[in-house]
């Protein structure tokens, strides 16, 4: 195992060390948490978004607090759900009175360990709300979920949540607008290598030189096949096909598209596919309003992509065009 750390079981606590060293007139660290919250938490009359996950996915999800976006991301162990008392932190250092919204991937220790302290943080009469993010085409059940996985799709769900919070929208707003990207937003990925635990010390799983497999989670989950690796080309109309199928657009709809690395992949790899994501697209008539192409959702060191389209009308629009200011966001 090669990797740039110091001890394999005190990554996540040298990372957030590092991240708030990087951005300290932006975020903080929540003392003797792995909690990273906006440097001005809680913030008046505005309802408090709260995130996160298990590490490994940087820069999702502490790259995305600030403001228009999250206003805390609770850093679990590597591809582990943050435990209940570490969510319930972030919750009170975000509630301004206007209550908490959280986002959540559909993964069963998040979404048991998020609901755990929701019901910590009403029993001290915090209002809390909530939204489970299930993006991901590929399988609807997994060795990690049940229902299809949350995966690259939930940005956009920070994205456009924070800035209906940002702008004064109540609890209730938050979660209908939240729910509607949820409704709207669709992913599929694959990868061509795997990625290796800092502390298990091995990849999780094994590919051949000339293999792919299509569907892949981000915890290195199985996907929906393992095949010969295809060109970009064919990557795209594979992993496009999949989320128009279920997405069901029609022409002249407009979406965003995000094309998400997974954490190996160059960004020339990531453009070559942007640009026939592109092409089937505007084959259907399909209008791109916004394009995003990088690393936000990534698996450690995995090599692969995913593609995300959302459904937008004038509303979402409006919402993900609005200001954003996360260290891994701008808008």
């Known amino acids: ?22 951005y300290p007139n932006s975020v903080k660290q929540l003392q003797g948490t792995t909690v990273i919250a906006r440097k001005d938490a809680p913030v008046a009359n505005k309802v408090g978004l709260v995130s996160g996950g298990g590490s490994g996915h940087e820069p999702a ?23 209940p008392d570490q969510v319930f932190e972030a919750i009170k250092a975000v509630d301004s009175g206007s209550g908490v ?6 993964y069963t220790g998040d979404v048991l360990n998020f609901e755990m302290a929701a019901e910590l943080a009403e029993a001290e009469g915090i209002k809390v709300e909530k939204v489970v993010v299930n993006d991901d085409v590929a399988v609807e059940d997994s060795s990690f979920t049940t229902g299809r996985r949350g995966i690259a799709g939930t940005i956009f769900v920070h ?9 004064g929208g109540s609890l209730d707003e938050v979660k209908v607008i939240a729910e509607k990207v949820v409704a709207n937003v669709r992913s599929m990925g694959m990868a061509i290598s795997p990625c290796t635990v800092p502390a298990a010390g091995k990849p999780s799983f094994e590919l051949a030189a000339d ?31 999949k989320v128009l199928e279920d997405l069901e657009l029609k022409r002249n709809d407009e979406i965003a598209v ?30 791109v309003y916004k394009t995003f192409v990088g690393e936000y959702m990534t698996s450690l060191e ?7 389209l959302l459904k937008l009308d004038d509303e979402l629009k409006e919402l993900l065009d609005a200001e954003a200011l996360g260290s891994a966001f701008h808008s």
């Open 101 to 106: 919204f959280l986002i959540i991937k559909n």
């Open 159 to 167: 994205k456009i949540a924070g800035a209906m919070a940002e702008k």
């Open 1 to 22: 195992m090669k990797k740039i750390i110091n001890d394999p079981n005190q990554v996540v606590q040298d990372m957030i060390k590092g991240l708030v060293a990087a």
């Open 211 to 241: 293999e792919m497999e299509v569907g892949m989670g981000i915890h290195g989950e199985p996907g929906i096949e393992r095949t010969k690796i295809a060109s970009a080309d064919e990557i795209a109309v594979e992993l496009t096909g």
């Open 302 to 308: 995995m090599a692969g992509c995913s593609v995300t």
């Open 258 to 287: 995000m094309v998400n690395g997974l954490g190996s992949t160059p960004e020339m790899e990531l453009f070559i596919l942007n640009g026939k994501v592109h092409d089937i697209l505007a084959e259907k008539g399909i209008n």
């Open 61 to 83: 999800h502490a790259g995305f607090v600030g403001k228009g976006l999250l206003d805390a991301a609770v850093a679990g162990e590597v591809f582990t759900s943050p435990t």
